[in-house]
């Protein structure tokens, strides 16, 4: 069987694709036994644990980033480097159990992959 990255790299809100990704993940992960996420760039913020979405009139989609551990997901990955360039630490609680890694080892497990999908 196919390891699947799925790869967020957009802020959750302003764009859907943070929403859309999640969706297939969900629904996928019935098929698809092999999946990792990978949190770079903006989509660290996809990661952040106390969204205020109803002052833009948005809904908070990024709670059910919890779930995912119901569905037998468990390999979250994180660049260091977003996470700073982005104002936050390895200290932030997040909504996942995200292992933080720098550029290179995060250039390595996604390397390992055999299908990459960018959101």
């Known amino acids: ?20 990704g999640l969706d297939l993940i969900l ?27 109803e002052k833009i009139l948005t ?6 980033f919890s779930l995912l551990s119901l569905y037998k997901i468990q390999d979250f990955y994180c660049c260091k480097l977003s996470l700073l360039q982005n104002g936050l630490n390895v200290n932030t609680k997040f909504i ?3 292992n933080i890694l720098n550029s290179y080892f995060l250039r390595a497990k996604l390397d390992n992959h055999d299908a990459i999908i960018n959101f």
Request: proline content about 4%.
């Open 27 to 53: 629904g996928t992960s019935a098929i698809l036994k092999k999946m990792s996420l990978f949190f770079i760039g903006d989509g660290v913020l996809q990661l952040f644990k106390s969204y205020k979405s």
């Open 59 to 64: 809904r908070d989609y990024t709670s059910l």
């Open 1 to 20: 069987m196919k390891k699947i990255a799925f790869v967020f790299s957009h802020s959750p809100h302003g764009t859907t694709f943070g929403k859309e």
């Open 96 to 98: 996942l159990p995200v």
